[in-house]
């Protein structure tokens, strides 16, 4: 059984082509910015088993044309890895390609190890190479992080990375360079991705009753995200914007 | 004899068979390439536009109507030559002689015409009026005279709406490019040989088709007398590219001149288009700005096209529209496909004349289309949200035929044999709630139905209700088919739209197109009364003025079955019964589920409904799900409605789809790769139509001005969907910007 947040039948931004996205419900993490605080909570939601979404997705199958498929998102998926593993494994069995939108804070378990068997691309939130400033940015170490990537690259996993750019936190020349560089060997990593913050999820919070931290920060300009798009570009060849 | 080239046309022989259809399918030279070939407007074109641009902005700065000429009944040879600036014009003729100057059409209704003078400020000549009244009797005044309590009951409570009964019912596709293969002579003969052939018992029938023919064979010679009017001798076939475009254009015009029917639509000519302009560029004498030029002159001509109507039908159907619709593309029975270079050019006007909804560009979508144009009308509607998409796998399928034009917005006629009685809609929220209320209208308190027994119990019950609105709909598509019959019997004898008859087989099919409004408040209020609990308010009156839903219950537009499967059944069980009964010429009872722009107006008129929607509120446009309830996505809704099945809504099924860019992906090149991966699906999935509107920074901004009017317009960035509506003005003003950050 999965634990669903919601499911999106028309994904255009979460991996290629049109896209089925399961969002589901419970993450560990604390993202400043998370414009999805609904889906942080470990309860809540809908339980589905299997079957019922692969039956949801079979009806949608038609859509995908040559490059779209299913998208895992969350909250945050990988907690959920044992069912999560089995939908992925049974879905490949179907010849649908898979995708995994993940912030890769967990330490890799023998389920995770399924799902990431069973995954056709992992797309991957590294929010801050900084430790410290990843601790702020979301209350958790980078460590975990970084290590999952490093197993999608062992494993030859093919990887989207992907990076929320917020004024004021993720946006420094410093920052974006060395987080560039520190990705420029790496084979598998097939695009970057930036995502420019924006406040439509503030309301949430007002309405789940948390204080948003981030009040008062505004979404990056055109000229900063064309610019910190410039920087990852001197290590990574191609950066897409969202 | 079959017409093997346009050259030997060139007599005034009768044609044993009229084939247009066997000429493109011989000549047509299909085209897999991209879009790269295109140019953009000419001097002439430029010109032109210039002089049309400022002329209806006039025409805005006058409250809709440029100039009307009141003193002339409007017909085809009732006017003398008129054009925008000669010099520029490559293809001419104009309905009367000014642009937008609008002609009078007395003969449908002569009090709609003189309402519809008077609110722009123009007296209709008296003389008119008068002819009109005492001399002459019009299709309106005929049909009164027949009606039925019973039907002007069902009018004028809004249950049967829109009707064809005092304007021109339109509908009809005269084959207009047989003027150009055949000349005018060639059909004239033609015709007169059909006439001969009517023989035997002069029963009414008889008698009326010879009538008719007469009247037809009238009526070309009429469009002879017009083009030479311009210089032009159409009595012979169309030598080159220009000559066809002028000869079709001409036939058409001739049809607009007498008739203002609600939609007259253009039918396939783009790819009959091409076959001359493919000879005339083989022999040199075309260049492909000169093939353009005809392309896009030809389309501004359409954009002219003007009728006089009162404000009131203006509201009904928002605007001023004429749905002069162009079916592009699609697939011969063979598999080939039918796309040319000119289907590219035809879409290209929407760059080179700026976006438009006249003519009204439609897309016949195919799995033979090539990949090239798919993504190039993907792109067109990105760019312009002005084309929309029908399924001819599944229309060509269902009717046998690859040679067909779009009536309206879904309609299929098969071009030159088909006829459609147009009928309007029937308002099935209003048969639901007649059943909770004792037959009564929830409106008026009238009553309609008699032995409808009064609802008991506090809450509604499926068991109950559910039989009864069946009874409901069947007792009302009895009188909506009467109603018909009526109408367009009047509408054949007071009314007769000879020039488009006169280019259709004189032996044909006739179809009787039937409508239905509200089928997703009826599917969902059917859905309440089973899953939830609805408790009905009722008024001192007894009659349920408001409904209270305790829970939740499955909605049409999620891909939910149990919802879903309500909907498809409702449309299969007026369809039935609507071919249960004798209808006027023994014409085919078709259905659509189709309300256009007219969803507001049904709501207007009709109460509260079990489904939770408060009393006057609009209803979803045609098929489509109600705006806010289809909350799993786009695919989930598109899902729902391509259940409802063609072949039991033959008239059409249509379906409206909005979306900002950015949804449909972050680049240019995602936007076009994941829309046609939606419309490959969506059609895959055997629906008939989708309209695809992407929304534009100027659409925001006015959506941003007034929310109202744009509940359904939902943003979705990533892993997040919302009502534009319902986010603060600061968070709107996000959008706005977000929307458009691609051009980074």
Same mark, same amino acid.
């Given at each position: 059984?999965?634990?669903?947040?919601?499911?999106?039948?028309?994904?255009?931004?979460?991996?290629?082509?049109?896209?089925?996205?399961?969002?589901?419900?419970?993450?560990?993490?604390?993202?400043?910015?998370?414009?999805?605080?609904?889906?942080?909570?470990?309860?809540?939601?809908?339980?589905?088993?299997?079957?019922?979404?692969?039956?949801?997705?079979?009806?949608?199958?038609?859509?995908?044309?040559?490059?779209?498929?299913?998208?895992?998102?969350?909250?945050?998926?990988?907690?959920?890895?044992?069912?999560?593993?089995?939908?992925?494994?049974?879905?490949?069995?179907?010849?649908?390609?898979?995708?995994?939108?993940?912030?890769?804070?967990?330490?890799?378990?023998?389920?995770?190890?399924?799902?990431?068997?069973?995954?056709?691309?992992?797309?991957?939130?590294?929010?801050?190479?900084?430790?410290?400033?990843?601790?702020?940015?979301?209350?958790?170490?980078?460590?975990?992080?970084?290590?999952?990537?490093?197993?999608?690259?062992?494993?030859?996993?093919?990887?989207?990375?992907?990076?929320?750019?917020?004024?004021?936190?993720?946006?420094?020349?410093?920052?974006?360079?060395?987080?560039?560089?520190?990705?420029?060997?790496?084979?598998?990593?097939?695009?970057?991705?930036?995502?420019?913050?924006?406040?439509?999820?503030?309301?949430?919070?007002?309405?789940?009753?948390?204080?948003?931290?981030?009040?008062?920060?505004?979404?990056?300009?055109?000229?900063?995200?064309?610019?910190?798009?410039?920087?990852?570009?001197?290590?990574?060849?191609?950066?897409?914007?969202? | 004899?079959?017409?093997?080239?346009?050259?030997?046309?060139?007599?005034?022989?009768?044609?044993?068979?009229?084939?247009?259809?066997?000429?493109?399918?011989?000549?047509?030279?299909?085209?897999?390439?991209?879009?790269? /070939?295109?140019?953009?407007?000419?001097?002439?074109?430029?010109?032109?536009?210039?002089?049309?641009?400022?002329?209806?902005?006039?025409?805005?700065?006058?409250?809709?109507?440029?100039?009307?000429?009141?003193?002339?009944?409007?017909?085809?040879?009732?006017?003398?030559?008129?054009?925008?600036?000669?010099?520029?014009?490559?293809?001419?003729?104009?309905?009367?002689?000014?642009?937008?100057?609008?002609?009078?059409?007395?003969?449908?209704?002569?009090?709609?015409?003189?309402?519809?003078?008077?609110?722009?400020?123009?007296?209709?000549?008296?003389?008119?009026?008068?002819?009109?009244?005492?001399?002459?009797?019009?299709?309106?005044?005929?049909?009164?005279?027949?009606?039925?309590?019973?039907?002007?009951?069902?009018?004028?409570?809004?249950?049967?709406?829109?009707?064809?009964?005092?304007?021109?019912?339109?509908?009809?596709?005269?084959?207009?490019?047989?003027?150009?293969?055949?000349?005018?002579?060639?059909?004239?003969?033609?015709?007169?040989?059909?006439?001969?052939?009517?023989?035997?018992?002069?029963?009414?029938?008889?008698?009326?088709?010879?009538?008719?023919?007469?009247?037809?064979?009238?009526?070309?010679?009429?469009?002879?007398?017009?083009?030479?009017?311009?210089?032009?001798?159409?009595?012979?076939?169309?030598?080159?590219?220009?000559?066809?475009?002028?000869?079709?254009?001409?036939?058409?015009?001739?049809?607009?001149?007498?008739?203002?029917?609600?939609?007259?639509?253009?039918?396939?000519?783009?790819?009959?288009?091409?076959?001359?302009?493919?000879? &005339?560029?083989?022999?040199?004498?075309?260049?492909?700005?000169?093939?353009?030029?005809?392309?896009?002159?030809?389309?501004?001509?359409?954009?002219?096209?003007?009728?006089?109507?009162?404000?009131?039908?203006?509201?009904?159907?928002?605007?001023?529209?004429?749905?002069?619709?162009?079916?592009?593309?699609?697939?011969?029975?063979?598999?080939?496909?039918?796309?040319?270079?000119?289907?590219?050019?035809?879409?290209?006007?929407?760059?080179?004349?700026?976006?438009?909804?006249?003519?009204?560009?439609?897309?016949?979508?195919?799995?033979?289309?090539?990949?090239?144009?798919?993504?190039?009308?993907?792109?067109?509607?990105?760019?312009?949200?002005?084309?929309?998409?029908?399924?001819?796998?599944?229309?060509?399928?269902?009717?046998?035929?690859?040679?067909?034009?779009?009536?309206?917005?879904?309609?299929?006629?098969?071009?030159?044999?088909?006829?459609?009685?147009?009928?309007?809609?029937?308002?099935?929220?209003?048969?639901?709630?007649?059943?909770?209320?004792?037959?009564?209208?929830?409106?008026?308190?009238?009553?309609?139905?008699?032995?409808?027994?009064?609802?008991?119990?506090?809450?509604?019950?499926?068991?109950?209700?559910?039989?009864?609105?069946?009874?409901?709909?069947?007792?009302?598509?009895?009188?909506?088919?009467?109603?018909?019959?009526?109408?367009?019997?009047?509408? &054949?004898?007071?009314?007769?739209?000879?020039?488009?008859?006169?280019?259709?087989?004189?032996?044909?099919?006739?179809?009787?197109?039937?409508?239905?409004?509200?089928?997703?408040?009826?599917? &969902?209020?059917?859905?309440?009364?089973?899953?939830?609990?609805?408790?009905?308010?009722?008024?001192?009156?007894?009659?349920?003025?408001?409904?209270?839903?305790?829970?939740?219950?499955?909605?049409?537009?999620?891909? &939910?079955?149990?919802?879903?499967?309500?909907?498809?059944?409702?449309?299969?069980?007026?369809?039935?019964?609507?071919?249960?009964?004798?209808?006027?010429?023994?014409?085919?009872?078709?259905?659509?589920?189709?309300?256009?722009?007219?969803?507001?107006?049904?709501?207007?008129?009709?109460?509260?409904?079990?489904?939770?929607?408060?009393?006057?509120?609009?209803?979803?446009?045609?098929?489509?799900?109600?705006?806010?309830?289809?909350?799993?996505?786009?695919?989930?809704?598109?899902?729902?409605?391509?259940?409802?099945?063609?072949?039991?809504?033959?008239?059409?099924?249509?379906?409206?789809?909005?979306?900002?860019?950015?949804?449909?992906?972050?680049?240019?090149?995602?936007?076009?790769?994941?829309?046609?991966?939606?419309?490959?699906?969506?059609?895959?999935?055997?629906?008939?139509?989708?309209?695809?509107?992407?929304?534009?920074?100027?659409?925001?901004?006015?959506?941003?001005?007034?929310?109202?009017?744009?509940?359904?317009?939902?943003?979705?960035?990533?892993?997040?969907?919302?009502? /534009?509506?319902?986010?603060?003005?600061?968070?709107?003003?996000?959008?706005?910007?977000?929307?458009?950050?691609?051009?980074?």
């Amino acid at each position: 059984m999965l634990r669903v947040h919601s499911i999106e039948t028309f994904g255009t931004h979460e991996g290629p082509g049109v896209r089925f996205v399961l969002f589901l419900q419970g993450c560990k993490l604390r993202c400043l910015y998370c414009h999805n605080p609904d889906t942080q909570a470990m309860t809540g939601g809908t339980m589905m088993t299997v079957d019922e979404i692969v039956e949801k997705v079979e009806k949608e199958r038609v859509y995908f044309g040559e490059k779209g498929g299913v998208t895992a998102s969350g909250g945050e998926p990988i907690l959920q890895a044992e069912a999560l593993g089995v939908l992925f494994e049974t879905l490949q069995a179907r010849g649908i390609h898979t995708a995994l939108d993940t912030n890769g804070a967990l330490v890799i378990d023998a389920h995770i190890e399924h799902l990431l068997a069973h995954t056709n691309l992992v797309i991957l939130d590294v929010k801050h190479l900084d430790d410290a400033k990843h601790r702020e940015l979301t209350g958790k170490s980078n460590r975990n992080v970084l290590a999952f990537a490093d197993y999608c690259e062992k494993k030859g996993i093919t990887m989207w990375l992907r990076h929320v750019l917020v004024p004021g936190y993720t946006d420094s020349d410093e920052h974006l360079n060395a987080w560039s560089a520190y990705f420029k060997n790496f084979k598998h990593v097939e695009r970057a991705e930036i995502l420019p913050y924006h406040t439509l999820g503030a309301y949430k919070y007002k309405k789940l009753g948390i204080p948003y931290k981030l009040e008062g920060v505004k979404p990056p300009t055109k000229e900063q995200v064309a610019h910190a798009k410039m920087l990852l570009q001197n290590h990574l060849p191609h950066v897409y914007i969202r | 004899m079959k017409s093997s080239s346009n050259k030997s046309q060139s007599t005034t022989k009768a044609h044993h068979s009229i084939d247009v259809r066997d000429f493109i399918h011989t000549h047509i030279s299909s085209y897999d390439g991209d879009a790269s /070939f295109l140019v953009g407007p000419s001097p002439k074109t430029k010109a032109l536009q210039a002089v049309v641009t400022k002329l209806m902005q006039e025409e805005k700065k006058k409250g809709g109507v440029l100039d009307v000429d009141t003193h002339t009944i409007s017909q085809i040879n009732s006017h003398k030559a008129g054009y925008i600036q000669k010099q520029d014009e490559v293809v001419v003729g104009l309905q009367t002689d000014a642009p937008l100057k609008r002609g009078v059409k007395p003969f449908g209704g002569v009090r709609i015409v003189e309402k519809a003078c008077k609110e722009y400020g123009y007296t209709l000549d008296p003389a008119i009026v008068d002819m009109c009244t005492k001399y002459r009797k019009t299709h309106n005044d005929g049909v009164f005279d027949a009606y039925t309590k019973e039907m002007r009951m069902l009018r004028s409570l809004g249950i049967l709406t829109g009707l064809p009964d005092n304007y021109a019912r339109g509908r009809i596709i005269g084959d207009y490019r047989r003027v150009a293969l055949y000349g005018i002579d060639a059909l004239i003969a033609q015709k007169e040989q059909d006439k001969d052939n009517i023989t035997g018992d002069m029963t009414d029938d008889t008698i009326r088709v010879r009538e008719e023919v007469s009247e037809q064979i009238k009526a070309l010679s009429m469009m002879k007398k017009m083009a030479q009017e311009y210089g032009f001798d159409i009595s012979r076939p169309a030598q080159n590219a220009r000559e066809a475009v002028q000869w079709t254009y001409f036939a058409y015009l001739a049809a607009l001149k007498e008739h203002d029917g609600a939609a007259m639509s253009l039918g396939n000519v783009s790819s009959f288009f091409d076959v001359y302009i493919e000879k &005339d560029m083989k022999e040199g004498k075309l260049t492909e700005e000169e093939a353009q030029e005809l392309v896009d002159q030809f389309v501004l001509k359409l954009r002219l096209i003007r009728h006089l109507r009162m404000s009131e039908y203006n509201a009904l159907f928002a605007g001023d529209p004429t749905w002069l619709t162009e079916a592009i593309g699609g697939a011969w029975c063979d598999g080939r496909h039918k796309v040319t270079k000119t289907a590219y050019r035809f879409l290209q006007t929407l760059y080179n004349l700026g976006p438009s909804p006249e003519p009204n560009l439609t897309v016949l979508w195919s799995k033979h289309l090539p990949m090239a144009f798919k993504k190039f009308a993907a792109k067109v509607s990105i760019d312009t949200s002005s084309i929309q998409y029908e399924n001819d796998d599944v229309m060509r399928e269902a009717c046998g035929y690859d040679d067909y034009g779009i009536s309206c917005c879904v309609s299929l006629l098969k071009t030159g044999k088909h006829m459609q009685f147009f009928g309007a809609r029937c308002n099935i929220v209003k048969a639901l709630l007649m059943v909770i209320n004792g037959g009564r209208d929830e409106v008026e308190g009238v009553q309609v139905m008699a032995n409808v027994p009064e609802l008991k119990g506090e809450y509604l019950d499926y068991d109950a209700i559910y039989p009864k609105f069946k009874e409901a709909l069947a007792y009302l598509a009895y009188h909506y088919v009467n109603t018909m019959n009526v109408i367009h019997y009047m509408h &054949d004898k007071y009314y007769y739209e000879r020039a488009q008859m006169a280019l259709l087989d004189t032996h044909l099919e006739r179809v009787m197109a039937f409508g239905i409004a509200g089928l997703s408040i009826v599917a &969902d209020s059917l859905s309440a009364i089973k899953y939830a609990r609805v408790r009905p308010v009722r008024d001192e009156r007894g009659i349920a003025t408001a409904y209270e839903v305790e829970g939740d219950y499955p909605k049409y537009g999620n891909d &939910d079955d149990r919802v879903d499967a309500i909907a498809k059944e409702v449309v299969s069980f007026f369809n039935a019964e609507l071919h249960k009964h004798k209808i006027y010429r023994n014409a085919q009872a078709t259905l659509s589920v189709l309300t256009i722009t007219s969803n507001v107006v049904y709501g207007k008129h009709t109460g509260a409904t079990p489904d939770g929607r408060p009393a006057f509120a609009p209803f979803a446009p045609g098929a489509n799900p109600m705006h806010g309830r289809d909350t799993s996505g786009a695919i989930a809704s598109l899902n729902s409605v391509a259940k409802l099945d063609y072949a039991q809504a033959r008239d059409g099924i249509s379906n409206t789809f909005s979306i900002v860019p950015r949804a449909l992906g972050a680049d240019g090149g995602e936007q076009v790769d994941n829309l046609v991966s939606l419309l490959s699906g969506y059609f895959a999935k055997r629906a008939h139509h989708l309209n695809v509107n992407v929304f534009n920074k100027e659409l925001l901004e006015k959506a941003m001005q007034h929310p109202e009017e744009y509940p359904q317009l939902t943003i979705r960035v990533s892993g997040y969907a919302v009502h /534009f509506a319902n986010l603060s003005r600061e968070q709107q003003q996000e959008v706005l910007n977000r929307t458009f950050f691609e051009s980074m």
